[in-house]
């Protein structure tokens, strides 16, 4: 079957509130549902008023439907939580790349900070049925923002808690709490931008592999507009690959996070300094 992105119609089957803010909403679309990969997202044409495609991590994909996970934080997902169940929502999907699965015997941590753990479900799923020793580090600004770790703890894996406040697990940052769990082969990232940078910065100092999904804001969210840049080394796969400019000295190219990512490699991304 052809897995490439299309046009559809998904079916909203159920929205969950799971915290101030946090939803978790279920729909029907068999084609996202069944290609769907690790840290894949759609881009949903709301009802209502004109607004842009609202691109979201899809969080769960099982049979005929495919789950995302969300906070309210503007017009267009406050106008997705709102919808009723059974509301018809043009999606085109699944968008971006994945995270591309690490060899067998191979030791992973998986980082996720926030929102940023609504890219690993599908992952998870992955890594425990092909038996890979997996520690799951889930950090969030305090309790009530700890989401989505239901879902992925109940996959048996070593589970670790982390709060900058203390509220609940480990106080301090998922960072922190990496530097004391035993070396891994690999490591997935996802979440804030700092968070990213420091996961990479540890991984490149220790040489340990490393794929963090990017989160940017998408305009078009196909490649088209060039709205989600980022900086990678001159020569990465998933670089433009266009010349330097006449007298540039920089070793670094942009590569696009909607159509060339989401998921990069730690060692081809350059962050600012």
Same mark, same amino acid.
Request: hydrophobic share 40%.
């Given at each position: =079957?052809?897995s490439?992105?299309?046009?559809e119609?998904a079916?909203?089957?159920?929205?969950?509130?799971r915290?101030p803010?946090f939803?978790?909403l279920?729909?029907? &679309?068999e @084609?996202?549902?069944?290609h769907a990969?690790?840290?894949?997202?759609v881009?949903?044409?709301?009802?209502?008023?004109f607004a842009?495609?609202?691109?979201?991590?899809?969080y769960?994909a099982q049979?005929?439907? /495919?789950?995302?996970?969300?906070?309210e934080w503007?017009?267009r997902?406050t106008?997705?939580?709102?919808?009723?169940?059974?509301?018809?929502?043009?999606?085109?999907?699944?968008?971006?790349n994945?995270?591309? =699965?690490p060899?067998?015997?191979?030791?992973?941590v998986?980082?996720?900070?926030?929102l940023?753990?609504?890219?690993?479900? =599908?992952?998870?799923?992955?890594?425990?049925?092909a038996?890979i020793d997996?520690?799951i580090?889930?950090?969030?600004?305090?309790?009530p923002?700890?989401?989505?770790?239901?879902?992925?703890?109940?996959?048996?894996?070593?589970?670790?808690i982390?709060?900058?406040?203390g509220s609940?697990? @480990?106080r301090?940052?998922?960072?922190?709490?990496?530097?004391?769990?035993?070396?891994a082969?690999?490591l +997935?990232?996802?979440g804030p931008?700092? =968070?990213?940078?420091?996961?990479?910065?540890?991984?490149?100092?220790?040489?340990?592999t &490393?794929?963090?999904?990017?989160e940017?804001?998408?305009? &078009?969210?196909?490649?088209? &507009?060039?709205?989600?840049?980022?900086?990678v080394r001159r020569g990465?796969?998933?670089?433009?690959? +266009?010349?330097?400019?006449?007298g540039?000295?920089?070793d670094?190219d942009?590569?696009?996070?909607?159509?060339?990512?989401?998921? /990069?490699s730690?060692a081809?991304?350059v962050?600012?300094?």
């Amino acid at each position: =079957m052809d897995s490439s992105p299309r046009l559809e119609t998904a079916t909203l089957v159920s929205r969950e509130f799971r915290a101030p803010g946090f939803w978790f909403l279920k729909l029907r &679309c068999e @084609h996202v549902a069944r290609h769907a990969r690790p840290a894949q997202f759609v881009a949903l044409d709301l009802p209502g008023g004109f607004a842009v495609r609202l691109p979201l991590g899809i969080y769960t994909a099982q049979d005929d439907t /495919f789950g995302l996970l969300f906070k309210e934080w503007g017009e267009r997902t406050t106008r997705l939580a709102a919808l009723p169940e059974g509301s018809q929502i043009s999606c085109i999907g699944p968008l971006g790349n994945a995270f591309a =699965m690490p060899r067998a015997g191979e030791r992973v941590v998986i980082v996720a900070g926030g929102l940023g753990v609504a890219a690993f479900w =599908m992952l998870v799923k992955e890594l425990k049925e092909a038996s890979i020793d997996t520690t799951i580090v889930l950090g969030a600004r305090s309790a009530p923002h700890l989401v989505g770790r239901e879902e992925l703890a109940a996959f048996g894996f070593p589970f670790e808690i982390c709060t900058d406040d203390g509220s609940e697990g @480990h106080r301090g940052t998922v960072i922190d709490r990496l530097r004391s769990l035993p070396r891994a082969d690999v490591l +997935y990232g996802c979440g804030p931008g700092n =968070m990213l940078q420091a996961l990479c910065g540890l991984a490149d100092k220790h040489g340990i592999t &490393c794929q963090v999904s990017l989160e940017e804001t998408f305009g &078009c969210s196909l490649g088209t &507009c060039w709205g989600c840049v980022v900086s990678v080394r001159r020569g990465s796969g998933q670089a433009t690959g +266009y010349p330097r400019a006449p007298g540039e000295s920089r070793d670094l190219d942009f590569a696009r996070v909607c159509k060339d990512g989401t998921v /990069f490699s730690s060692a081809e991304l350059v962050w600012a300094s």
